[in-house]
């Protein structure tokens, strides 16, 4: 099989050399250059228009961008500028692009043009190709010759190939920067949000009486779903901060863990509510049970939409009694200093928030000795999945974590989350990861 020798056909070595060109091209303005380089090469062009008439009534035009055989700099408008440049009106250039389709025209006159009666004096070939794009800065393309160089019904149909397969990579050069620049503006809001959402955390360290405590909050996206909060149930007046309230010895803390239904920017908003909700609930209502059905009653009221799992126990330093509730959160894990034996807190449940609002929740308690470690998480956890199969994480991997336990619940908390992260082998996290130890002093 011989290929056939292309080596002397110009039209295909001119588009080969356009297409390398706009292979390099990174930017709309590139291809605009790109664009008028293959209008001029094998040609004998005295130069070029790039003109908008989108948006404007009949008659005007923009000229966005000029290439003339005697300024080889030409008369560039930044592709963003292109709305800036001042219309004009009538003239030569109204009466070509009016008809709205490609054209090849001989004998121009410029001598009564308004604008260009000096500039293109002589330009009397003249070719105008129509170019689709919502996007780009023009519209059409003028290219001119000066007599006695005329141009041929093959140069009309090489430019407009040429301005065809331009304008396609033009409109999706211009849509991409849209989009890119859209990406930017929301992952800015974003970052924000996540900077908020990490502003509502409790500040470290974490001042609850007769506990020692350490946590581990990582979302999957910029802002996320997961949340935990401790603050003091006791009516103070004046309404002093958290560090005040455990300095005076506050005697019932909400210990609270929550996880929007998916995760990212709704998700955080959903759990941002729920705790302000939570922190300015009824005086009267300063049970689990309680404080969990005024929170769904909330959402399911204000018709917010979607759901949350939420544990929440009041804890009562003075006893070491934690009394909780269950809204179809993960149990959290006890692990008894006595005998280093490690339990569900599993006796009650009920369905996530914001489902029901008639939901109701029941209670347990249970007395934690000293050296007693609590262990909340989120599903982000137990989960997490192998790297190259469907094995999740699961319970048992995180119960065995407990049985040899650090003098410091940081390492525990470290060690959790480094062995999470070796079991997804390198693998980004596809939910919102938390972790809380409390360890009874």
């Not at 001598?111 to 009666?117: G, I, L, M, S, V």
């Not at 609850?208 to 103070?236: C, Q």
């Not at 005998?339 to 007395?367: C, K, M, N, Q, W």
């Not at 938390?434 to 002093?441: F, G, H, L, S």
Request: overall charge negative; some cysteine; proline content about 6%.
């Amino acid at each position: 099989m011989l290929p056939q020798d292309l080596s002397q056909n110009l039209k295909v070595d001119r588009l080969t050399k356009l297409r390398g060109d706009l292979r390099l091209s990174r930017s709309p303005e590139e291809s605009l250059r790109a664009l008028q380089r293959g209008f001029s090469d094998g040609n004998s062009l005295f130069g070029s228009l790039l003109v908008s008439t989108r948006g404007l009534g009949p008659g005007q035009y923009r000229v966005v961008r000029t290439q003339l055989a005697d300024q080889p700099a030409g008369n560039a408008v930044a592709t963003a500028g292109s709305a800036s440049a001042p219309v004009q009106s009538g003239g030569v250039v109204a009466a070509i692009t009016a008809p709205a389709r490609p054209q090849l025209l001989q004998n121009v006159d410029w001598a009564e043009d308004p604008f260009f009666c000096q500039m293109l004096r002589g330009c009397e070939s003249v070719i105008a190709l129509p170019i689709a794009g919502d996007r780009l800065p023009m519209n059409w393309a003028i290219l001119l010759k000066k007599a006695p160089e005329r141009f041929t019904v093959s140069d009309l149909e090489e430019a407009l190939e040429r301005s065809i397969l331009v304008g396609a990579l033009l409109e999706n050069q211009a849509l991409a920067a849209e989009l890119a620049l859209a990406h930017e503006r929301i992952d800015q809001e974003a970052r924000q949000v996540g900077e908020l959402q990490r502003a509502l955390l409790p500040a470290a360290p974490l001042q609850v009486p007769n506990l020692e405590i350490a946590t581990y909050y990582e979302p999957s996206s910029r802002a996320g779903g997961d949340l935990y909060d401790f603050f003091s149930l006791d009516p103070l007046a004046g309404g002093p901060a958290a560090a005040d309230q455990a300095a005076a010895g506050a005697s019932r803390w909400c210990v609270f863990i929550g996880d929007s239904a998916g995760h990212g920017l709704a998700a955080a908003v959903v759990m941002a509510i729920v705790q302000a909700v939570l922190r300015a609930h009824p005086p009267h209502v300063v049970n689990p049970a309680g404080l969990l059905a005024h929170a769904n009653r909330q959402l399911c009221g204000r018709q917010i939409g979607g759901f949350l799992t939420a544990f929440l126990g009041v804890y009562e330093p003075a006893t070491r009694r934690l009394t909780y509730a269950n809204a179809g959160h993960p149990p959290p894990l006890l692990r008894r200093a006595l005998d280093g034996s490690v339990h569900r807190l599993d006796a009650v449940g009920s369905y996530p928030l914001g489902i029901d609002d008639a939901e109701t929740f029941a209670e347990a308690t249970v007395e934690l000795e000293p050296g007693s470690t609590l262990l909340f998480y989120t599903d982000g956890i137990i989960e997490a999945r192998a790297a190259r199969s469907d094995d999740l994480f699961g319970i048992e991997r995180l119960i065995s974590l407990l049985d040899d336990e650090p003098a410091h619940l940081a390492e525990l908390v470290e060690r959790i989350r480094q062995v999470v992260s070796h079991h997804r082998a390198g693998e980004d996290a596809t939910d919102d990861q938390t972790i809380v130890a409390a360890r009874v002093m």
